[in-house]
């Protein structure tokens, strides 16, 4: 049975100019994909106008809530006690965003309440992934 959770979050875009936009979010969570987490954000704050939707490993959302974490096109860090900073990295460009860490952390924690930690079921999440990439072959 899938179970998904959806929690709205609001994001702080920092700017060249060392300002701080509001950028609405939403965090999304699957037990079909255990080991992902998604970061919605809605077509008006994108530069080209349609949604963006970032995935990434839930686990990299939880170090990163400790410490500094993430290779590629996704860091994330603390930023004091209240704030994490999200960094996302495309063709396009890159965005700086900060979230309140008790959001996050939220979120962190009702997904480990659907799948804990270590109890993944990375069987059929592979066999998922093979079909997908092959299709019915």
Do not use: K
């Amino acid at each position: 049975m899938d179970i998904a959770l959806e929690q709205p979050a609001r994001a702080r875009l920092i700017t060249g100019e060392e300002r701080e936009i509001p950028v609405p979010a939403t965090l999304r969570y699957s037990s079909t994909d255990p080991l992902a987490v998604y970061f919605d954000f809605p077509n008006d704050v994108s530069l080209d106008g349609q949604g963006a939707t970032w995935t990434f490993a839930r686990a990299l959302l939880e170090a990163g809530l400790r410490g500094p974490a993430g290779d590629g096109d996704v860091h994330i860090w603390p930023c004091g006690q209240e704030r994490t900073v999200v960094e996302l990295h495309s063709p396009h460009g890159m965005a700086l965003l900060q979230f309140d860490t008790s959001v996050l952390n939220r979120f962190l924690l009702r997904t480990y309440a659907v799948v804990a930690a270590g109890e993944e079921d990375l069987e059929a999440v592979v066999e998922r992934g093979l079909s997908a990439l092959f299709g019915g072959v």
